[in-house]
């Protein structure tokens, strides 16, 4: 039942979130004659979410407890990354994002069907602080992740208007100084976000530096110090650019490897 369901409505929400992010793409680079609608490409997306949300719920929530495996926490994060996006396209101009962020979405939840996983978590139905803990630190590694990409974006533009080639794809970007406040707008949510991932990995972890935990609380730790130091160098001293650039793309990756590299390692090469 599980398997046949998540099969076809996993495929759907594939090639929903592929189609979409390939008709953003088109669309930037005005490859079409008819320009299909942002509004209409967004909902294409959400609809892609809402189906893979379905596909989730059935591979997380068991009966015996919830099952964040390496490829369903990997999967529940593309969800919450396309998910973020998509709404937040609603307000700003962040959509073209998910030229890469929506066929990374598709990708999790491929990998997830493909490699089912299984890393029970004990629960009696009733929403605790270590619950919590989870969904924020999923919430703020997302956003992160959304930054990451906000960043490698810039660069190229970056890149470009120093090459003076400001045609192409990069008409259809916003400016560089509204894609700026947009990146420090996201680190800014995303770093409230981390710190209160930590604080409630304090309160609610039996202990936050036990020896399988050990790695990620101190890899966590410093992509904190990471991003608070960008968000204290933009304060004091105006930092942006290809400064802003680095800075973000150091503290998502000692994110990654808190959370990723350390579930992988953990997981799937040792078997815990």
Known sequence: YGAMNISIVGIVAILLYLATGLLLALRLSHATTTQPSKLGLIAMGLIATGLHASVLYQAISTPAGFNLGFFNATSLVGWFIALLLL???LARPVENLGIGLLPLAALT???AAIFPSRHLMLTD???????????????????LGIAAVQALLLAIQDAHLRDRHPGGFMRGL??????????????????????????SGLLFLENIFAQHLVHKTLLSLLA??????LLWGRWRFGWRGRTAIRWTLAGFFV?????TGTKLVLEVMLGR
């Open 87 to 89: 709404l937040a396209a």
């Open 109 to 111: 939840l491929l990998l």
């Open 125 to 143: 139905g009733v929403f605790t602080g270590l619950d919590a803990h989870i969904l924020i630190s999923v919430l703020a590694y997302s956003l």
């Open 174 to 199: 916003p400016p560089l100084q509204t894609m700026e406040t947009i990146l420090f707008q996201i680190i800014s949510i995303g770093f409230a976000l981390l710190s209160l991932a930590l604080l």
């Open 224 to 229: 904190w110090v990471v991003f608070a130091t």
């Open 255 to 259: 994110l990654m490897l808190a959370y």
